[in-house]
């Protein structure tokens, strides 16, 4: 079965810092994977999205994720956050074979911004 | 706004109750998820339809069920409600059959209430 682990539960940055929030998965076929962000009392939106076709991926908002096979990693990244960035952030794993198909997603990252 | 609607926005009900949630999808999005979304367990797949049909299950219970109609809106039926069911509830429309493959995009949730 398929699975993202997300560390950290919540991620304090300054204004201004680099911000990287970490997720790992773990599937059997190769995986598609994705970021997708909830501003509060709002549903999710997509970020970015990993298919194979480049293991650096680029989104909306400034973010980037990179696609690491040895380290089963899939880590978002943005090199200056913004207060506007403060939101929950999922990190999700589809599986690319011919299993069920609703997206596996991680617990879930608080990102604080602060001043 | 993502262009899928859900109401209602708030429900608060007793337990052994009986509800039923709608979801308009986007336009000529023929897919339709329904997650769960809760504190203990983050957020869960539970069924996908495609045109009408069941495509993939989920972490469903079987106090639940959901349909799809001709004109592709849905609704997600649950009955014999306990208090652990309180919990947001998200759709989310696609166009393509595989969630892999396209963009989901969220309503902003039903929020359910058992007391």
């Known amino acids: 079965a398929q699975s993202v682990t997300q560390l950290g539960s919540h991620v304090s940055v300054s204004e201004g810092a680099l911000v990287l929030l970490r997720c790992n998965y773990s599937s059997s076929v190769p995986p598609y994977l994705f970021w997708y962000v909830q501003y509060p009392n709002q549903g999710l939106q997509l970020l970015l999205k990993?298919?194979?076709?480049?293991?650096l991926v680029k989104g909306i908002n400034g973010f980037e994720a990179e696609f690491k096979k040895s380290e089963t990693s899939f880590h978002l990244t943005k090199p200056s956050a913004h207060m506007s960035d403060a939101a929950e952030y999922f990190c999700a794993v589809s599986d690319s074979g011919g299993g069920a198909d609703g997206l596996t997603f991680g617990k879930g990252t608080h990102l604080i911004i602060q001043p | 706004d993502s262009g899928v609607t859900q109401t209602p926005k708030h429900l608060i009900t007793a337990t052994g109750q009986r509800v039923t949630l709608r979801c308009s999808p986007r336009s000529g999005d023929l897919s339709v998820y329904w997650y769960q979304q809760s504190l203990d367990q983050g957020l869960q797949f539970l069924i996908q339809y495609y045109n009408g049909e069941e495509r993939a299950k989920g972490n469903i219970l079987e106090r639940f069920s959901a349909q799809q109609f001709p004109d592709l809106h849905s609704e997600l039926n649950l009955s014999s409600l306990e208090l652990g069911d309180s919990a947001l509830y998200f759709c989310a429309s696609s166009s393509s059959g595989r969630a892999s493959t396209g963009e989901l995009f969220f309503g902003e949730g039903s929020r359910l209430t058992v007391l």
């Open positions: 990993y298919t194979s076709a480049a293991t």
